[in-house]
């Protein structure tokens, strides 16, 4: 008896009577009860319930014409190229581009897990008018060369919304006017109050408003302590409520840590007490802090993805469509196949940790020197130039991607296809630590949430 987790549900797989044997060397291998063992190909997506008798000498025997689930790069080396990879795993990358003017370094807060501010090298002064409008007169011909093309601006830091970068932000708005374009904007909200009439003005070509809204203000003082996210949360809940009353669209983000990831439910109890979650323009994001280039000092206060998993299950079943994850990386695909992935909008490969190591989108930031970056982390940081936009080809360059294809390590790990080496800057400064955290996070998440959810699904079935 062999069953296929999918869509939620344990699936009987029905069996034939040309049984053969398949190696499980690097396929992930776990006990959950007497008579049930857990089999996880991530080089081919399958997660498996099977019969703890048809595993000897570790190797399966099951029908033969399920052979093309047990293969891995160990096994079949051959069978494994970007074409398979690929084939039917990404969804189809859409005619749009999307493009964040990083229109200064400077910011009014220091927040401890930012990515930005272990990093000395920051010009931080805001964009020129003058290269203002080289960005812009090349999302002009973008434009007239190619009118079936989706275009979007970012407005990005930094900190976009300071008093000092006004003139900027009107001529941006200016542009969006005229051609059409919508432009969302990333703000600690600091401002919001001093912008708040030419946002509303705007807010038609505003896409979205993202803010950070990290603790309720009864938490605010504590929490702040060790954050350093000073952007005053009562102040900024006001605002934020005043702009939607007006339509703009609020696109609230909160980074979870252990400052405040026990304040996750109530947090979704105050938005939905404030009837938030029936307004077509609020959104929650839910984040996780991070550290991508092991350089913040943060790594005690820093949460696993499970630990963000466990406090969404507890309102799983009252979440709503504008509820976003935005933290879900190796264990993605097997969240899908729980309907526990929580409406992740992060748009990828099944076979790439990321959005940024994967083929699909078309997403750059533009700094004040008018340098191009691909990943929101690598903002500012020489090494990850990608050139500079007065020579660069927007639309035909070719970003880097990555899957288990390009790390031998991962080829023969059994975790290797689901997390294809990581999150790419953390492997570039250390590699083996990236490593051991993933293989650790995935398995408190087989342990914590995985397990459990099969066991409830198989004695539904028993």
């Avoid at 020129?128 to 434009?143: D, P, R, Y």
């Avoid at 949460?303 to 469509?321: A, C, F, G, W």
């Avoid at 992935?341 to 992060?346: K, V």
């Amino acid at each position: 008896m062999m069953y296929e987790l999918e869509d939620g549900n344990l699936k009987l797989i029905s069996r034939s009577n040309s049984p053969k044997s398949f190696p499980l060397t690097t396929i992930y291998q776990k006990k959950i009860d007497e008579d049930h063992t857990l089999l996880i190909n991530t080089f081919r997506n399958k997660v498996l319930l099977v019969e703890n008798e048809s595993i000897k000498d570790n190797m399966f025997e099951c029908d033969s014409s399920f052979e093309n689930w047990f293969k891995t790069p160990f096994s079949d080396p051959k069978y494994f190229t970007l074409d398979t990879v690929y084939a039917g795993s990404l969804q189809k990358q859409e005619n749009r581009i999307q493009i964040s003017l990083e229109i200064t370094y400077a910011c009014n807060l220091h927040c401890s897990y930012c990515f930005q501010q272990q990093y000395g090298g920051l010009v931080r002064k805001p964009i020129t008018l003058e290269k203002l409008e080289v960005i812009l007169g090349n999302i002009s011909k973008l434009q007239d060369e190619n009118p079936g093309l989706e275009i979007s601006i970012g407005l990005f830091g930094g900190e976009p919304l300071l008093p000092k970068n006004e003139a900027i932000i009107d001529r941006v708005f200016e542009y969006c006017v005229d051609h059409k374009i919508k432009v969302d904007i990333t703000t600690n909200g600091i401002f919001l109050p001093y912008f708040a009439k030419k946002l509303i003005i705007h807010r038609s070509i505003i896409s979205a408003i993202a803010i950070t809204v990290n603790t309720l203000p009864d938490t605010y003082k504590k929490i702040v302590r060790v954050t350093k996210v000073a952007n005053n949360t009562e102040k900024l809940l006001a605002v934020t409520e005043m702009l939607l009353n007006y339509g703009v669209v609020m696109d609230v983000g909160t980074n979870f840590d252990k400052t405040n990831l026990s304040d996750l439910v109530r947090m979704f109890e105050y938005f939905n007490d404030k009837g938030y979650f029936e307004k077509d323009n609020f959104c929650w994001n839910i984040g996780r802090v991070d550290n991508r280039f092991f350089d913040t000092d943060y790594d005690e206060n820093i949460v696993s993805e499970t630990d963000i998993l466990l406090e969404l299950m507890k309102i799983r079943d009252r979440v709503p469509d504008n509820l976003y994850a935005g933290f879900i990386q190796t264990c993605k695909n097997i969240t899908d196949k729980l309907n526990l992935s929580f409406n992740e909008r992060q748009l990828k490969g099944t076979y790439n940790y990321c959005w940024n190591v994967s083929p699909n989108e078309k997403v750059y930031y533009v700094d004040n020197e008018l340098n191009l970056f691909r990943c929101t982390v690598t903002v500012g940081r020489p090494q990850y130039i990608l050139g500079n936009l007065k020579k660069f080809d927007l639309l035909n360059y070719q970003h880097e991607t990555k899957t288990f294809l390009d790390y031998r390590k991962c080829q023969l790990c059994h975790l290797g296809g689901f997390c294809s080496g990581g999150c790419k800057l953390s492997a570039d400064v250390d590699f083996d630590r990236q490593c051991r955290w993933e293989k650790a996070e995935f398995e408190k998440f087989v342990d914590l949430i995985l397990v459990p959810e099969i066991k409830a699904k198989l004695e539904e079935l028993l």
